[in-house]
Each structure stands twice: as structure tokens, then as C-alpha cells.
């Protein structure tokens, strides 16, 4: 049987929130800062968004432009407040200058959030080796999902990737969910879905208007009918 493909539409502020999810979206990532790629939101915007929405919320743990953690110790805090304020999920992802997954970072930062779900996000995509950083990370607490292009430069140089990895599901260190999103269009989603990937990330395609206009309810809904329509 087929399954409904989920769709995570990036959120920074409420009216963002409540455009998402009249269009249908499954969930939110909450950052703020796009110019840096996204950065970790307030508590407060966090606690607004949650008391106007019901779906599920996926908040950064990012503190500055770049891959590094720099500030772990900073981080930790910062986690433990989101969680304090009622986060539940959350997004992250630490390199070391070498490009290798900075395991001492995210075990400390995971270990903060203390069973909570959570994202590695497009770091994947800058690792020097992305299935040495898979096998590094199998068994972390809480990992689910990989947010990917597959390739730095995006969906349409990282579709070989995706394809591939969907087909490794079940292999130590690909057990978690693949969700697609960098560069990604609707074009690409049935190529997707027949590779057997049901999760799907959106950002700038949800802005018609671009990252200074809001979500726009109608664009999510158009993805939502996609992905509904390829899963039947």
C-alpha cells in the first residue's frame, strides 16, 4: 500500500506556520536568518508558532553560518531552554575542518535533548565521505532522518545519490529517512517517489514572493496535491 509522502515546509515566524499547514503541510522546520542559511529561532518565536499550530515542529540547532559547532557549550544551553519552552523535535548537523562528522559535538548536543527526535541536516552534502558519516552516527539517539540534496550543488547533481541511498533502506547506517529538499521542484518528485522516498523539504518553493514574502498557503497545497497524486 501506498503511504502519504510527508512534507516539511520551512517556518519563521507564525504567519509562516499557519500558511504551512492550511496548505497541508505534515511539518515545520523553525529557523530564522535564511541569509545564513537558517539559525536557530528564539524561544519565543518557538512558543508562538507552537500555540498556533498543531502539527509537528522541527527546531534548528544551528548558531552560525557554516558547519562547525564552535560554541558546544552554547548549544547545549540553547537546547535546554527550546526544550524547557516545549520543543520536542529538532534539526542538526556539525563537521569537523576536515569535513568528517564532528561525533564529539552532536553527541554532546543529542545528549542535551535527551531522547528527542531529530534531523541531520544538508551537512551531509559538504562531508568529505557521506557513508563514513552515516556508519558514524548509526545508533545516536534520536536520529530519524537525513535532510539532503545529495549533492552540494543541489537535487538536480545529487539525484544519482538520493536514488542510491534509498536503495541501501534497512543497511546499517541507512536506516533513517531520507528527506529530500535543496534545489528540489516538483519535477523531480516522481523520479523520487519511484525511488521509494517519501519525505520532501521546501522552502523557497513555498514563497512565490521569495524569502522576504511569506508562505504561501496555495504553493504548499500544490505540493501537497503532487505528492498525494504520485502516491496513489
Known sequence: MSTRAVLEVIALDTEDAVAAQAGGADRLELVTDMAA??????????????????????????????????????????AGELRAAGAEEFVLGFLDAEGGVDLAAVERVVTALNGCRWTFHRAIDRAADRDALRK?????????????????????????????????????????????GGGLRLDHVPRLRAAGIDAFHIGGAARPAGWDGPVSAEAVAEWRAVLDAQAG
Open 136 to 180: 558514524q552516527l548509526d545508533g545516536v539517539p534520536g536520529l530519524d532522518t537525513y535532510l539532503t540534496a545529495g549533492a552540494a550543488g543541489g537535487v538536480d547533481d545529487g539525484l544519482p545519490t538520493l536514488v542510491a541511498e534509498a536503495a541501501r533502506s534497512g543497511e546499517p547506517g541507512y536506516e533513517q529517512r531520507i528527506m529530500v
Open 37 to 78: 542559511d537558517g539559525l536557530t529561532p528564539s524561544t519565543e518565536t518557538f512558543a508562538g508558532i507552537r500555540a498556533a499550530v498543531d502539527i509537528p515542529l522541527r527546531v534548528m540547532l544551528r548558531l552560525a553560518d557554516g558547519f562547525a559547532a564552535d560554541d558546544v557549550d552554547r548549544l547545549v544551553r540553547v
